[in-house]
T-cell receptor
Framework: AQRVTQPEKLLSVFKGAPVELKCNYS??????LFWYVQYSRQRLQLLLR??SRESIKGFTADLNKGETSFHLKKPFAQEEDSAMYYC????????????FGKGTKLSVKP | DTAVSQTPKYLVTQMGNDKSIKCEQN?????MYWYKQDSKKFLKIMFS???????INETVPNRFSPKSPDKAHLNLHINSLELGDSAVYFC????????????FGPGTRLTVT
């Protein structure tokens, strides 16, 4: 069965430090993976998807099929990056849906 | 200009009551969803609707029923509320079923006492 695992509930770093939010997945098909972010008092929104290979707000994520991982990285964390981050997997093909990991709360301290 | 809106924002009610949460999207999307986020921030899909048809019905109690009067609305009805129903409920929409870019509403915090 498909599954998304985010092993860290909370990640606390200092401003300017590198950040890596871990995400592992389990899926028998061809995975499509995404990162969603929820800032305090704001709605959940899409941050980035692996297909586009783009960098949003300095964040990047590379799909590693060998390790079944899709870790989110940023070289220098900013205080405004503090938020809840969800890794998500699109499964089920054209009639599919998103399954979310349990989320990691990132706290960036000054 | 709000893309996906939900009402009410907060809902406090007693066990056994029946309540509804409304959701509207003005994006012209074909598919709408309901998610439940529990106290541990775990986000899980409950339902999705595409062209007024229920596409996915996860293993949620049948006390929960989605109702879509038209493509722009997907309301969530909950009967005989229980303490465990306390959570934040998010509505979302996407252009078509299976699309990864979902637009979320602000959430409705339901508290059952």
């Amino acid at each position: 069965a498909q599954r998304v695992t985010q092993p860290e509930k909370l990640l606390s770093v200092f401003k300017g430090a590198p950040v890596e939010l871990k995400c592992n997945y389990s899926y028998s098909g061809s995975p499509e993976l995404f990162w969603y972010v929820q800032y305090s008092r704001q709605r959940l929104q899409l941050l980035l998807r692996h297909i586009s290979r783009e960098s949003i707000k300095g964040f990047t994520a590379d799909l590693n099929k060998g390790e079944t991982s899709f870790h989110l990285k940023k070289p220098f964390a900013q205080e405004e990056d503090s938020a809840m981050y969800y890794c998500a997997l699109l499964y089920g093909g054209s009639q599919g849906n998103l399954i979310f990991g349990k989320g990691t709360k990132l706290s960036v301290k000054p | 200009d709000t893309a996906v809106s939900q009402t009410p924002k907060y809902l406090v009610t007693q066990m056994g009551n029946d309540k509804s949460i409304k959701c509207e999207q003005n994006l012209g999307h074909d598919t709408m969803y309901w998610y439940k986020q529990d106290s541990k921030k775990f986000l899980k899909i409950m339902f999705s609707y595409n062209n007024k048809e229920l596409i996915i019905n996860e293993t949620v109690p049948n006390r929960f029923s989605p109702k879509s009067p038209d493509k722009a609305h997907l309301n969530l009805h909950i009967n005989s509320l229980e303490l465990g129903d306390s959570a934040v409920y998010f509505c979302a929409s996407s252009q078509v079923q299976g699309r990864w870019e979902q637009y979320f509403g602000p959430g409705t915090r339901l508290t059952v006492t």
